[in-house]
């Protein structure tokens, strides 16, 4: 695991946006398509701002999320419709977005679609993830409803989550996420820093960002 420190959080977009261009480029080298799996939620915005005008292949990139809050995609809630705002635009405008929300389903039927259909875009080529100051990440929430189901080695590729406070998400499980060819975390101030720097240590049931931290490259910025 790596920890990359930056100056700002501008900085950071610029570098991370980067890199994950870099390693959807190379991907692109040797397979015909490229996977990129990104969070929804505030901090990951400015990355997409930068990553979106990347020139490389889109036409050849299948773009989804870590997780979903199970709303339409007309709800500010919706990770799909940030994802709309900024990152499917500019020449990353032609990737392929395959979105986690299915309208006209509960969460059960949506997750067992999802599976399915994302079932052939694995591994993952490119992840980024962010996480909350209680060390979830993706909706992989501490103490959730269907956490240790989606924390199991076999569990399907996305499941059902259920968490206090919570309304319905779909999240991509556990060995998912951690068998992306290429991982990176966004975290910004103390709080989820210290916050991280404790999970390394700690049980994925209780830090479920302690369950994809093999190479993983965190980035950090007050
Ligand atoms: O649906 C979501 O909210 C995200 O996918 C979630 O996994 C997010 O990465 C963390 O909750 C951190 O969110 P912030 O970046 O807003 O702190």
Redesign the pocket.
Known sequence: MKFEEYHDRDMLAIDVANVMAGRLENALFTHERATLVV??????GPIFDVLSGARLDWSRVDVT?????WVDESSDRS?GALLRRHLLVDRAAVATFKPLYRAGMDVDAGALDVSAALADHLPISVLL?????DM????LFPGADGLDDALAADAPVALPIHAEGQEP?ISLSAHVLDSAMSKHL???GAE?RAAFERAVDMDPRNAPIAAVLEDLTVHWAE
Do not use: C, W, Y
């Open positions: 969070p929804g939620g505030t901090s990951p999320l870590t997780d979903e809050r990770n993830l962010g996480m909350g100051a979830h990440t993706a909706s998400r966004v975290i910004f989820k």
